[in-house]
């Protein structure tokens, strides 16, 4: 007698799957306040990702990164992922953990006072924050040499964040003030230049940024300081802590970056 069930591959079953668990989770972008949307992200990707992590090189990392992104989110407007702000890059991936994880997860964070690493801690999605950018009070324009010059600040972009990201790789910078500063410059959106009756956007490469950012001021330096330290924006995690081994309690704010990979 002949079979006459159907018979399934793992083709099917794989479109099966995707069309059942495949839910896209949008969102409202921090900076832009432009739609994006997240698919969960696969088993095949977060292994690839945790073997890269294990090799502790911060480039391949930051690259897998930027792959995830690029695969699993789709911006309303078409927009290329290096034009997000580099908090709305960790409010992405960030709600990617959120679409596979569900309404509960756990957290990994280390302790204040002792520095165990504390794993397995209960944590609800609810309590993720987004705060939405808000122009700083201070102001988000430099005007200088009697008004001739102005320097248009704003949050760094994905894109130019990897090409700071490649000079300090390439120059090997390992001093944290140096590439605090290399990395300040990426603030810089734009200077507008008059002169002779010309008003115009100066052109600057991110090399050119730096070496003029590195020229500047005190007094500028201070308002691009200040600027920074009240943009604050972007995704939040605050839960509260109490570590296994001590049992130090506080109130405590998880890193973006470890929560995702967690």
Not at 18 to 36: H, P, Q, V, W
Not at 104 to 133: D, G, R, W, Y
């Amino acid at each position: 007698m002949s079979d006459d069930k159907p018979s399934f591959n793992l083709t099917d079953l794989k479109k099966l799957y995707a069309t059942s668990s495949g839910d896209e989770l949008s969102i409202d972008l921090c900076y832009s306040g432009r739609k994006a949307f997240v698919k969960p992200m696969k088993v095949k990707d977060k292994k690839d990702l945790l073997k890269a992590i294990e090799t502790k090189d911060e480039k391949l990392i930051q690259k897998n990164l930027d792959d995830i992104v690029e695969k699993y989110v789709t911006l309303e407007d078409g927009r290329e992922t290096d034009d997000l702000t580099v908090q709305e890059r960790y409010q992405i991936l960030v709600s990617i953990r959120r679409a596979a994880s569900g309404d509960e997860t756990q957290l990994v964070h280390q302790c204040p006072k002792c520095e165990h690493i504390n794993k397995n801690i209960p944590f609800s999605m609810a309590n993720i924050v987004t705060k939405n950018f808000e122009e700083p009070k201070t102001g988000g324009t430099i005007t200088t040499a009697g008004g001739a010059i102005k320097i248009i600040l704003g949050p760094v972009r994905r894109a130019d964040e990897k090409k700071l990201e490649k000079i300090v790789y390439d120059k090997k910078i390992t001093l944290m003030s140096e590439r605090q500063f290399i990395m300040m410059a990426g603030y810089i959106s734009k200077i507008v230049m008059s002169q002779n009756d010309i008003t115009a956007e100066v052109p600057m490469k991110i090399e050119e940024k730096i070496e003029f950012f590195e020229n500047l001021g005190n007094r500028d330096l201070e308002v691009i300081t200040d600027y920074i330290k009240n943009t604050d924006f972007g995704v939040k995690i605050p839960f509260k802590f109490k570590c296994e081994k001590c049992e130090h309690t506080s109130d405590e704010e998880a890193n973006v970056a470890v929560f995702f990979i967690s």
